[in-house]
């Protein structure tokens, strides 16, 4: 499934820091992976483990008087990390489109829809605003939007949530984007309406050919939509590989705790695994593996060195070094 | 209409054909009419003791105001809510105070429902102080093992609610409502701001609570998922109503209503399936102002719309009442479906077959599902 050749991006060693009133905080650290054309990757992870970070670093929309970001990002072969402002802005919507989680704060309150996806499609597609003003309607159109005609004329509080977030979609397409960075773009909505807005999702970027950068903590949408996984824990990638293989045989023990700590009916009577303690704050990552005071797998040799992401198997990469018991673990329990 | 499972003891709550209404102006100015929002429109739900039922439904479909109503935080505009077998209206504000010492509730947002200038043993206290409960040291004696029975150190108790994490203030919302001993407790959203490990901590807090202490639950949720592990049983509302109500192994496995069908079908699953049997409902769920006619949820019905969009869809409001197949389920569908969790694949969705015996003469069932809702996405290659 997955295209092999040069990727069309290409992360390395990215790290962030914060500059805070102590001095420089490290909150992300030696994040690297590939993003083929067409395939969606999606980036899991609990509040504070660094995911939306690392995916605002990718197009530098980290504030540049707050935040160092270090290591490389090639896409399409050009390195973004310490580009210019100027040198981002046709990518920034052009080559890589965003859709962020809350669209009520995202999209600009006191301008039209129309407008809105108008403006991309000037800003990037040397078209005329009459131009483009038809195209929009078009765009609304591909999302699903009902009446586009008329929606385009709307602001954005006229619309519901579900319709907000296609509008968003719609913008981040407008662009032609060759890649999407989509920041838990289901999070704020109902179950019916999510699935709504993942289909539509799914298919303009199917359509497209386009990449997808998926950010969320929601598995089953991982499962349903990603070709692959990251799951980060505190700023560092702790597993990554085929979704689908990651989420029926995991190999980090947190990413089998969050699996096996999801409520379902099919667990009713049984008590949900916990992850005891709980995310640590970037000021104390411990020493080490930064999972190890959490983990009901960890020995003395965890706390002494950062394990690094080891493969494990054909197609994965797991930043523990009990990995190998671990998935031994998972294997005798489903058996 | 209720036709609620009957436990041996008499219901702790019983609401009975509640309406909950509220105001708006809408129109034009000098032209301005006034509007019923209507919140609740008819609930019919009893809550034995020790038992936890859910509310779960869209945003919109009225489950928080049901809650709400349920406690006596708003009044009902219709209909009558019984607590322990008397009517709460007919209380006097005394009787009234007497019983909120017995129901309290637990709010979604851990950030919002505490006060941030306020340490938050004071705020834990407050409830011991409005029923005048104990002396200082009792008080505070109560505050400190309220945190140990939620699994808080006890000296935390002069912390501020800035200096804990979103599932610690969530404990400290059950703490709240834990220290003046309540049998009843109303559950809002009380996991849905946390990540999943933290949920699953609080999930469990609140299930060791329910087995100690015989608490009885009203939980409020939108997340089928923890709805379906964590209570006996469930009423799935839509705009105002409920549709479908019954023990939750009933309700989750043999779904009878079309939209407990697309809620179950819609919930993302990790475990291997094809997403091709994916129901997506069309369109949104509509203004509580102006509540389609007949039955609510035709405007999205998938299974109308296979069925050849009978009439009696749009001029006959189906009631809630006991299923002929399982008399424990209450269904409020003039077409209610057999098949069960099938029902909610593809294949399992075009094979099904109404009766149509009390159906109009235009209820006839095409060969083939039609329109959005069934619409359906090629795999990701």
Redesign the interface.
């Not at chain 1, 519901?160 to 319709?163: L, N």
């Not at chain 1, 903590?217 to 939509?225: F, N, P, R």
């Not at chain 2, 939108?222 to 923890?226: A, C, I, K, M, S």
């Given at each position: 499934?997955i295209k092999r050749g040069t990727p069309l991006l290409q992360v390395r060693d990215l790290a962030i820091s914060f500059r805070t009133s102590r001095g420089l905080l490290r909150v992300v650290d030696g994040v690297s992976f590939d993003l083929a054309a067409?395939e969606?990757l999606a980036v899991v992870g609990?509040?504070g483990s660094g995911k939306t970070v690392s995916a605002l670093a990718l197009i530098s929309l980290l504030s540049r008087r707050q935040s160092v970001i270090e290591g490389s990002v090639k896409f399409k072969g050009k390195e973004l990390v310490g580009l210019s402002e100027d040198a981002l802005r046709p990518i920034r919507g052009g080559g890589i489109g965003v859709i962020f989680q809350e669209p009520l704060s995202a999209l600009n309150p006191v301008t039209t829809i129309g407008e809105q996806i108008s403006e991309v499609i000037v800003a990037h597609r040397k078209l005329s605003w009459r131009e483009a003003k038809k195209l929009a309607i078009g765009y609304l159109e591909q999302v699903?939007i009902s009446q586009p005609d008329q929606r385009v004329r709307q602001f954005p509080h006229e619309l519901?949530?579900?319709?907000r977030q296609r509008a968003m979609i719609a913008m981040a397409l407008a662009g032609e984007p060759s890649m999407i960075i989509a920041d838990e773009p289901t999070t704020a909505l109902?179950?019916?309406?999510?699935?709504?807005v993942?289909?539509v999702l799914?298919?303009t970027t199917?359509e497209r050919g386009a990449a997808l950068l998926l950010i969320t903590?929601?598995?089953?949408?991982?499962?349903?939509?990603a070709?692959r996984i990251a799951v980060m824990y505190a700023g560092q990638i702790v597993e990554t590989g085929n979704a689908?293989d990651v989420?029926?045989t995991p190999a980090s023990p947190y990413t089998r705790?969050?699996?096996t700590?999801?409520?379902?009916?099919?667990?009713?009577g049984r008590?949900?695994?916990?992850?005891k303690g709980?995310?640590p704050s970037p000021a104390d990552f411990p020493s080490g593996c930064r999972f190890a005071p959490r983990c009901r797998y960890a020995i003395a040799a965890c706390t002494t060195a950062t394990p690094p992401l080891a493969p494990v198997g054909k197609s994965r990469l797991v930043r523990c070094i009990r990995a190998k018991d671990v998935v031994s673990g998972a294997a005798r329990r489903a058996r | 209409m209720a036709a609620t499972r009957r436990t041996a003891s008499k219901p702790l709550l019983e609401l009975t054909d509640v309406k909950r209404y509220f105001r708006v102006r809408g129109g034009i100015p000098l032209i301005r009419k006034e509007l019923n929002v209507r919140a609740v429109d008819g609930v019919s739900l009893s809550v034995a003791r020790g038992e936890t039922v859910s509310l779960v439904g869209?945003?919109g479909s009225g489950k928080t105001t049901l809650g709400r109503v349920a406690l006596g935080l708003q009044p009902a505009t219709a209909g009558h809510v019984t607590y322990d077998g008397r009517e709460i209206r007919s209380l006097s504000a005394g009787e009234r105070r007497a019983l909120r010492k017995r129901m309290q509730i637990v709010f979604q947002d851990p950030f919002g429902s505490l006060n941030p200038r306020l340490p938050i043993g004071d705020q834990i206290e407050e409830g011991l102080l409005a029923h005048k409960l104990g002396d200082e040291n009792a008080r505070g004696k109560r505050v400190r093992e309220v945190l140990d029975l939620v699994g808080l150190d006890p000296d935390y108790a002069s912390r501020y609610p800035h200096e804990f994490?979103?599932?610690q203030r969530q404990r400290i919302g059950i703490a709240r409502a834990l220290a003046v001993n309540p049998e009843f407790i109303v559950l809002d959203e009380p996991v849905s701001a946390l990540?999943?490990?933290?949920?699953?901590?609080v999930?469990?807090l609140l299930?060791e609570l329910r087995e100690e202490k015989g608490l009885t639950y009203l939980f409020i949720s939108?997340?089928?998922?923890?709805v379906?592990?964590?209570s006996d049983r469930v009423a799935v509302m839509y705009l105002g109503t409920v549709v479908e109500m019954g023990p939750?192994e009933q309700v989750?496995k043999k779904p009878q209503h079309p939209y407990t069908v697309?809620?179950l079908?819609?919930?993302?699953?990790?475990?291997?399936h094809d997403?091709k049997d994916?129901?997506?409902?069309?369109g949104?769920?509509p203004s509580p102002i102006n509540p389609p006619s007949g039955c609510r949820f035709r405007t999205r019905c998938w299974l109308r719309e296979q069925l050849g969009n009978p009439d009696r869809c749009t001029t006959e409001e189906p009631k809630l009442a006991a299923s002929p197949r399982s008399p424990d389920v209450s269904v409020a569908c003039h077409f209610p479906l057999e098949n069960g969790l099938a029902s909610t694949t593809a294949k399992g969705r075009q094979a099904i077959k109404v009766k149509t015996k009390a159906a109009s003469t235009k209820a006839v069932p095409k060969a083939a599902p039609k329109g959005?809702a069934t619409?359906k996405?090629?795999a990701?290659?």
């Open positions: 499934m067409g969606c609990e509040s699903e519901s949530g579900g319709m109902d179950v019916t309406i999510q699935a709504q993942l289909e799914r298919r199917t903590h929601d598995l089953g949408v991982v499962a349903e939509t070709d689908a989420l029926r705790d969050l699996i700590s999801i409520p379902s009916f099919a667990a009713r008590k949900l695994a916990t992850i709980m995310v | 869209e945003s994490s979103g599932g990540d999943v490990s933290i949920q699953s901590q999930l469990n299930a939108h997340n089928l998922d923890v379906g592990y964590f939750v989750f697309a809620l079908s819609a919930v993302p699953k990790i475990e291997a997403v994916r129901l997506i409902l069309a949104e769920i959005r619409k996405r090629s990701r290659a």
